[in-house]
């Protein structure tokens, strides 16, 4: 039975007059970490400093996140933020294949893919795929364009499956290759490497899409 130590404290800030409360759990389901959460109510406009002083250190590492950006307004945010670590907690498993949005058009990182590491070492995304500008079937039987990396997984599965078909069709007995680790290793294999990049990496993890380079190494392995 999962029962971590968990912890909530609460007051006030005497001179904004205003309420915080301090959630803590470790270790936390999802990485085995301490999470910390903070929440300010009624909170004053302004920049806010917020000071944690550690009782134990063990690495002295934390990352901090905002709410999702749905939920507060468009003028919160860090003063000086960084992009790296913010690959959210479903794609941050080591057994899925994690997939960043790349820009086909202009040869670039789309600016909204998400950057790894994941919990300080492990390299995400594994690969990455376009997603900006896609153009798909829409309502009342009508196309449009859409943006994000929920395109580029879906452009990802669609691969899968052709590679799912070839395995099937080609190699009778190679049906164990049909599990994550293998299918992710030859995607991995596959992807195209840019000469002016050093991969894996946290951008572009080992690289960008490319069905035909896959389906190559998948051959070559059974020379």
């Known amino acids: 039975m999962y029962s971590p130590e968990y912890y909530v404290y609460k007051g006030k800030f005497n001179l904004e007059n205003t309420d915080y409360e ?27 400093t917020l000071r ?3 009782e134990f250190i063990i690495e002295g ?8 950006k749905n939920i507060i307004s468009n003028e919160t945010r860090f003063s000086d933020p960084a992009s790296e670590a913010t690959i959210t907690m479903y794609a941050a498993s080591d057994n899925v294949i994690t997939i960043g949005t790349y820009n086909d058009k202009t040869d670039s990182i789309w ?10 070492s492990l390299i995400k995304p594994d690969i990455v795929a376009p997603g900006v500008d896609i153009i798909s079937t829409y309502i009342n039987s009508s196309y449009n364009t859409s943006i994000g990396t929920g395109v580029s997984a879906s452009i990802v599965s669609g691969v899968l499956a052709i590679i799912f078909e070839y395995i099937i069709s080609e190699y009778e007995f190679a049906k ?4 994550v680790e293998p299918l992710k290793t030859y995607l991995m294999l596959g992807a195209t490497k840019k000469d002016i990049y050093t991969y894996p990496n946290i951008t572009q993890g080992y690289g960008i899409l490319n069905l035909k380079n896959t389906i190559v190494e998948i051959a070559n392995n059974f020379e």
């Open 52 to 54: 944690l002083i550690p």
């Open 22 to 48: 301090m959630r803590l759990a470790y270790p936390w389901l999802e990485s085995g970490n301490e999470e910390l959460t903070i929440s300010l109510f009624d909170i004053k406009p302004g920049i806010w």
């Open 111 to 120: 600016i909204g893919s998400s950057k790894g590491p994941v919990k300080l």
């Open 176 to 179: 164990e290759l049909l599990s």
């Open 61 to 68: 590492n934390y990352d901090v996140y905002l709410p999702n």
